[in-house]
């Protein structure tokens, strides 16, 4: 990857492409830095400390995925968490609308009518969020002052919500700047670097601030470098499971129009072992994570409550309850993905059409059967990767102390995987087409 970034900058073009990323990344992150009037963060900082009775697991999820913007009430509070579940509803409703499902097959003119109607779709869920994450404010703590609003508490609240929602379409508004003058997909670039700055904060800035204030520590300089050993072996095995795929074979026959020959090459369909990538553990965390949001918006007190600290938290006597349902959700949705990704009968009828075969095969039904079995084997081993992956990495990292334990959470780690091998991909695609421009010339 190294040799990759070293070679993308000795062509003007694509450093041009690297710097304007960069710059777009640093205006996101210089906003969320910027304070929104009327929160004080220092009150609802407990609201995010996994350690404080009175945390909520949903926000604390969010504020991981946005740098820690949302626990500091900022700008960019809401990040592009808005625009996900936008997507995600989306591409959920193309399977199931008839008419969602046409456009997704319009090509290019399709894609941008599902763009237009998912900035809509945005816009709706970031206000119905910003409202949300108010109320949860108001009711765990005094985090919010109506003294800038003539004490008036509707207007700070509408003010806030506005602000919010502002403050995740501008971010929507730089990932698709992102993707369309930079490098890579601007989307999983912001969350990519929200997760590092969470992880680089507490790595480095914390221990850093630690030795100012109470001198050089021993311990602490060992705890991270068992950190960071822990880091480097967890991170190379979730990179060799994503890379890992499973080929099958396809010859294709010969076939003679008019004076020509066509056919007759060997190819693989490759099905990759994580190919539905971090998105079951997504849609299981929020599932499970749902309830903290919608009951704090109407108890005061809930974060006390049996499902905070057993189900959602995981913490409690109860815990196996958490574990179990969560290890369930990650395999429903494994499967219900791999579904939505993968379609054995159109490869099937794809394959019988422009006259290949599976060799040992028959073209047809047992070919589809033939793949939808490949694939579900497939798709167990990656549901059971990814149930693991949701439990070991905090139980690996707690060795190097309980103050690295949230260091990278567990969709992080597969998030900052997946999004660091889709950006060497994109610059080697981009090299590859300079050196083509380079030899037809």
Not at 62 to 82: D, E, H, N
Not at 125 to 141: E, H, M
Not at 152 to 164: E, G, K, S
Request: with cysteine.
């Amino acid at each position: 990857m190294f040799e990759t970034l070293k070679n993308a900058f000795k062509v003007k073009e694509i450093r041009k492409k690297i710097f304007i990323t960069l710059l777009l990344l640093l205006v996101y992150r210089i906003g969320c830095y910027i304070p929104v009037p009327g929160l004080d963060a220092g009150e609802f900082s407990g609201l995010f400390d996994s350690s404080s009775d009175t945390s909520n697991n949903f926000l604390v999820l969010m504020s991981a995925v946005t740098g820690g913007a949302l626990s500091q009430g900022t700008l960019f509070a809401l990040g592009i968490g808005p625009y996900i579940n936008a997507s995600i509803i989306m591409q959920l409703l193309a399977v199931g609308i008839p008419a969602l499902e046409r456009l997704s097959k319009q090509g290019e003119e399709g894609k941008k009518k599902i763009a237009a109607i998912t900035r809509v779709v945005t816009l709706v869920l970031a206000i119905v969020q910003a409202v949300g994450v108010i109320i949860n404010f108001a009711n765990q703590s005094d985090a919010v002052n109506t003294a800038p609003f003539w004490d008036q508490t509707w207007l700070a609240y509408i003010f806030m919500a506005i602000v919010y929602t502002a403050g995740a379409m501008l971010t929507m508004w730089l990932g698709e700047r992102i993707t369309e003058h930079g490098v890579g997909n601007g989307i999983s670039m912001i969350i990519f670097v929200g997760i590092i700055s969470t992880a680089g904060n507490q790595l480095i800035i914390a221990p850093i601030q630690d030795t100012v204030t109470n001198g050089f520590s021993a311990a602490t300089l060992v705890s991270v470098i068992i950190f960071c050993v822990i880091a480097v072996v967890i991170f190379a095995l979730i990179v060799a499971v994503d890379l890992a795929e499973r080929r099958i074979p396809v010859q294709y026959a010969k076939q003679v129009k008019g004076r020509k020959m066509y056919g007759g090459q060997a190819t693989v369909i490759p099905i990759k072992i994580s190919g539905s990538g971090v998105m079951p553990l997504i849609f299981a965390f929020a599932i499970i994570s749902l309830p903290d949001l919608i009951m704090g918006l109407f108890w005061s007190g809930y974060s006390s409550s049996w499902y905070a600290q057993n189900i959602s938290g995981g913490t409690g006597p109860w815990a196996w309850i958490y574990i179990l349902v969560l290890c369930i959700l990650i395999f429903a949705f494994s499967f219900f993905y791999a579904q939505i990704q993968f379609n054995p009968e159109d490869v099937s009828k794809s394959i019988q059409q422009n006259g290949g075969f599976i060799p040992g095969i028959r073209p047809g039904r047992p070919t589809a059967d033939y793949l939808k079995k490949i694939s579900n084997r497939i798709t167990l081993f990656g549901a059971i990767f990814l149930s693991l992956v949701a439990f070991i990495p905090s139980l690996a990292f707690s060795f190097a102390g309980q103050g690295f334990v949230n260091v990278f959470s567990t969709t992080g780690i597969l998030i900052v995987v997946s999004v660091a091998l889709e950006f060497d991909k994109q610059l080697q695609s981009k090299l590859m087409m300079k050196n083509y421009k380079g030899f037809l010339k």
